[in-house]
């Protein structure tokens, strides 16, 4: 139990495109859904909180019009890195969360997003 | 500023050992406690969470806490070599507020 899966797995695209990260929860429903990036070698880093249908919440410094993040539904998530620039090319990587007071997160199998 | 501190490593051990990982956090009020485990270009795995003081068993893990040190540590047994990654100690400080400390890598040498 607790399958968090992402789409796609990897990504590469030129620098002024969008890109769009999907976040899945499969057999669980979510209440709360993260977005962590991760530089190599470097620790996790949280970029926003988000609850389903309600607004993200981002960590400080993070550009929220830059980095869209939509809760839609309580199994889905997604994250979408407008206007890519080359030092967005990172692993991004989601996770899920039941609220039933454990605040356990299950990890999707990230994302690495080149940007060219 | 609320913080999770664990030491870097490298930790090496041999297989068959016992690897110790530690980890101190600085919010005397958290109350949920988790270890991850991640490999080298992969995701975090959640391997144990620990709620109250003492040791929580599962499998060749054990998790210990101890709020009033404000300390966590995790024990691994029998250590094999596909046990070797970063080991990542998380510390919730209050309805979703994770911190996650910047991780252990542990080696296991065959």
């Known amino acids: 139990g607790a399958v968090v899966s992402q789409h796609p797995s990897w990504v590469i695209c030129k620098s002024g495109t969008s890109v769009k990260i999907e976040c899945r929860s499969l057999?669980?429903?979510?209440?709360?859904m993260f977005w962590y990036r991760q530089f190599p070698k470097q620790s996790l880093m949280l970029m926003a909180t988000?609850?389903?249908?309600?607004?993200?919440?981002?960590e400080q410094g993070v550009e929220k019009d830059k980095f869209l993040i939509n809760h839609a539904s309580l199994t889905l998530s997604t994250l979408t890195v407008t206007s890519a620039h080359p030092e967005d090319s990172s692993f991004y990587i989601c996770?899920?969360?039941?609220?039933?007071?454990?605040?356990?997160?299950?990890f999707g199998p990230g994302t690495r997003l080149t940007v060219t | 500023q609320k913080e999770v501190e664990q030491n870097s490593g490298p930790l090496s051990v041999p297989e068959g050992a016992i690897a110790s990982l530690n980890c101190t956090y600085s919010d005397r009020g958290s109350q949920s406690f988790f270890w991850y485990r991640q490999y080298s270009g992969k995701s975090p795995e959640l391997i144990m969470s620990?709620?109250?003081?003492g040791d929580k068993e599962d499998g060749r893990f054990t998790a210990q806490l101890n709020k009033a040190s404000q300390y966590v540590s995790l024990l691994i047994r029998d250590s094999q070599p596909s046990d070797s990654a970063t080991y990542l100690c998380?510390?919730?400080?209050?309805?979703?507020?994770?911190?996650f400390g910047a991780g252990t890598r542990l080696f296991v040498k065959a």
């Open positions: 620990i709620y109250s003081n």
């Open positions: 988000s609850n389903e249908g309600s607004k993200a919440t981002y």
């Open positions: 998380a510390v919730d400080t209050g309805g979703f507020k994770t911190i």
């Open positions: 057999d669980f429903q979510a209440t709360t």
């Open positions: 996770s899920a969360s039941v609220d039933r007071g454990l605040y356990e997160q299950y």
